[in-house]
């Protein structure tokens, strides 16, 4: 089983929609969690970190379930511009510093 | 504040030729870390420094692929020889270090072995 675990899609919706990714990790002992943003042929960039209380960015949200070991990110009124690869990122702080595990991504593509 | 810096951009090699690339983090940045991203896949770390020790190289090809961090800032890793499956995009990230700090990525490198 990988460590971290993403639907491939691709997820394909019309601008306007809503869209929501899940992440499962297998690993309990995973402190801290991230959502970064990856476009075609670009580096991944931070999009949102995950609190266990939720929270919101606009028309992002994310959330958290430690009992249930998944991450999920809802994106609300999708446009062109959100299309692009989503990768789950959990995190172990241990020995004194962090050791950050990429899902291999969800892609999204928006069309008109 | 300036971000992270790779370079070259794009190298074309031939199989069994050397290579190396480079990474300056962002100032101040302890950690270092180097992925390889195949197409398709997510980053896999290759090798973790802090400061200039190496904390994790544990899915490092330590037999063709070599990395080092002079003085606690600038990084190059090298793959020498290059086989075919080497042909990815090799991102460097840096961040402070602290707890749960996020990491920031450089452009990466693509590299494709002929």
């Known amino acids: 089983r990988k460590e971290v675990e993403q639907d491939p899609g691709p997820f394909n919706v019309p601008e306007g929609a809503t869209v929501a990714f899940n992440c499962t990790y297998s690993n309990s002992a995973s402190q801290s969690f991230f959502w970064y943003r990856q476009d075609c042929r670009k580096e991944p960039k931070l999009l949102m970190s995950?609190?266990?209380s939720g929270n919101e960015d606009g028309r992002f949200t994310a959330q958290l379930n430690r009992a249930s070991q998944y991450i999920s990110l809802l994106i609300r009124d999708s446009k062109l511009s959100d299309s692009a690869t989503y990768l789950c990122v959990v995190n172990m702080f241990s020995g004194g510093y962090n050791k950050l595990i990429f899902g291999a991504g969800t892609r999204l593509a928006v069309h008109p | 504040e300036a971000g992270v810096a790779q370079s070259p951009r794009y190298k074309i090699i031939e199989k069994r030729q050397s290579v190396a690339f480079w990474c300056n983090p962002i100032?101040?940045?302890?950690?270092l870390y180097w992925y390889q991203q195949i197409l398709g896949q997510g980053p896999k770390l290759l090798i973790q420094?802090?400061?200039?020790?190496?904390?994790?190289d544990s899915q490092l090809p330590k037999d063709r692929f070599s990395a080092e961090r002079l003085k606690g800032v600038d990084s190059t890793l090298k793959i020498q020889p290059a086989k075919l499956e080497d042909s990815a995009v090799y991102l460097c990230?840096?961040?402070?270090?602290?707890?749960?700090?996020?990491?920031?990525f450089g452009d990466g490198t693509r590299l494709s072995i002929l």
């Open positions: 990230a840096s961040s402070p270090g602290g707890w749960g700090e996020p990491q920031h």
């Open positions: 995950v609190y266990s």
């Open positions: 100032s101040g940045h302890a950690t």
């Open positions: 420094f802090q400061n200039n020790g190496v904390v994790d």
